[in-house]
């Protein structure tokens, strides 16, 4: 211990980089963590459609067009805080939530979960992790 309290004293600046790394470090992996709230993969994303789980997709209709899962539902984010109501009957199933990247679809997920929905979950990596491991999306 003495030796540590030595080195701070002799190297400021490199104890002070490395504390900030750390705290650096602490405040990213608190953060990925929330951003993947309830997060699943693909293949737990195809058992969770399997049984007749609710999907939403969040991105624009542009891009729900150009591509999206198999029975999935467009349902942008700004509609989200309104969707409460429509899809009441769902409070108790299982909801998928899907975005391009998994970065907006975990607060929706999050959001749907303040809203009641007990079984809102994210797709860890978004359409982007779904193509990866070339599975099939339907086109309109």
């Given at each position: 211990m003495e030796r540590l309290i030595e080195y701070v004293g002799n190297h400021?600046?490199?104890?002070?980089?490395a504390v900030l790394v750390a705290v650096l470090a602490v405040?990213?992996?608190i953060r990925?963590?929330?951003a993947n709230f309830r997060a699943i993969g693909p293949q737990d994303a195809i058992r969770l459609m399997n049984?007749?789980?609710?999907v939403l997709d969040v991105r624009p209709p542009e891009a729900f067009a150009a591509g999206h899962l198999t029975g999935a539902r467009n349902l942008p984010l700004d509609q989200l805080a309104k969707a409460g109501e429509t899809l009441?009957?769902?409070?108790?199933?299982?909801?998928?939530?899907?975005?391009?990247?998994?970065?907006?679809?975990?607060p929706a997920?999050?959001?749907?979960?303040?809203l009641g929905f007990t079984k809102a979950v994210n797709l860890r990596g978004g359409l982007t992790a779904w193509r990866a491991e070339n599975l099939p999306v339907v086109r309109n």
């Open positions: 400021p600046v490199l104890a002070g980089a405040i990213f992996e990925s963590r929330a049984q007749n789980a609710l009441k009957k769902y409070k108790e199933k299982p909801v998928l939530v899907y975005c391009d990247t998994g970065a907006a679809s975990g997920a999050r959001k749907l979960t303040e």
